[in-house]
Structure formats: C-alpha cells, structure tokens
C-alpha cells in the first residue's frame, strides 16, 4: 500500500489520524473502552459510520491506546470483532 494513497476511504481515515496525532499517539493512557466505544470502534473498522461520527471518535482514538490497539486488530481482520 502506498501510504501517500491508502487503497480505501476507511485506511485513509486511519493514514490522516496517524500523521496527525502519531506522536501524541505514542504517550497515551490505557482506559477500559465501554461497549459503546468498541461498537463505535467496529463500526469504524468495517467503514460504517458517517464522516461526523468517525470523526467523533478522533479523540478516543487520540488518548486512549486500547482503542488505537481495538481498530487496528479489527482492520485486519475486516472489522469483525473475535
């Protein structure tokens, strides 16, 4: 995959989130996701929901690194949670 072009709208989300917080990404806490956040999280990872909610989630994403680790285990496996 070219990073400067990521193969479907879902990872270019992921590709914009990425260059703009990796950093701050990297410090993080660790806070338990509720059920709502790992719905909303798989929603994401199967590009189901809508440009206002995706962005909704920048947050989350940004400051907690069991959701970063959740959407990356989902987009592998095609967004289906195990």
Wanted: proline share 4%.
């Amino acid at each position: 995959m070219n990073a400067d072009h990521p193969s479907s709208p879902d990872l270019k989300v992921l590709s914009d989130f990425l260059d703009t917080f990796d950093q701050a990404a990297l410090a993080h806490a660790r806070i338990d996701l509720t059920d709502d956040e790992k719905r909303q999280i798989g929603l994401l990872a199967r590009g189901e929901l809508s440009k206002e909610h995706r962005e909704s989630l920048v947050p989350l994403l940004a400051g907690n690194q069991n959701a970063i680790e959740l959407l990356a285990e989902l987009m592998k496996g095609g967004g289906e949670s195990t």
